[in-house]
């Protein structure tokens, strides 16, 4: 084994990453998603991962679809001040103020996105493909809290741009085959 760093996911799942990275791995990480409630909830992970390991969030990512409601878009962009507190105790999620407003003010803002796209999947869809850079232009013009790593690392994750797995990585084939987005030219 090599004393190098790993360099890429591919590579440090190989080198050993226990789960929960080999089954996010080999069966989540730039799979398409479908659904807002899917798409929200891969957002409220990544926002949640700043500045934190990715191991953290994906061992309470059940804690977070339970204290997000299911990532139900309606009922998140509805919370009020008692929500905020609830979630604010909640130990089994990540307990920061800024990302939890994030997760209500991005609820709300994939709502305002419907009556032109239909959702936040419509939204992805609509201005599917672009570059990286007119990406995050985007995000950060519609979302909060969305940096430059968390927007790639969403867009890598969910499909909409390609880089999850090594040309040798045999999970890479099953991602070809579910078609992501980033497959399609448009």
């Known amino acids: 084994m090599s004393d190098a760093p790993p360099t890429s996911y591919c590579d440090a799942v190989r080198r050993g990453l226990p789960d929960p990275h080999r089954a996010y791995h080999d069966h989540h990480y730039g799979f398409p998603l ?4 899917a798409l929200f909830g891969r957002l409220i992970l990544e926002i949640n991962q700043a500045g934190l390991s990715w ?4 061992r309470k990512e059940a804690a977070f679809e339970r204290a ?16 905020v ?13 800024l990302k939890v407003r994030a997760a209500v003010t991005n609820a709300r803002a994939i709502v305002a996105l419907r009556p032109e796209y239909g959702g936040f999947q419509g939204w992805l869809d609509a201005h599917h493909p672009l570059a990286l850079d007119a990406w995050l232009a985007r995000f950060k013009a519609t979302f909060t809290f969305v940096g430059g790593e968390i927007v790639r690392e969403f867009l890598v994750s969910t499909g909409y741009l390609d880089g999850a797995h090594d040309p040798d990585c045999p999970v890479r084939a099953r991602v070809l085959d579910a078609r992501p987005p980033w497959t399609r030219t448009g």
């Open 34 to 37: 479908d659904g807002d409630a």
């Open 68 to 83: 997000y409601d299911g990532f139900d878009v309606d009922r998140v962009a509805g919370y009020g001040e008692d929500d």
């Open 55 to 58: 191991t953290t969030i994906l």
């Open 85 to 97: 507190a609830r979630l604010l105790a909640d130990a089994s999620i990540i307990r920061n103020r």
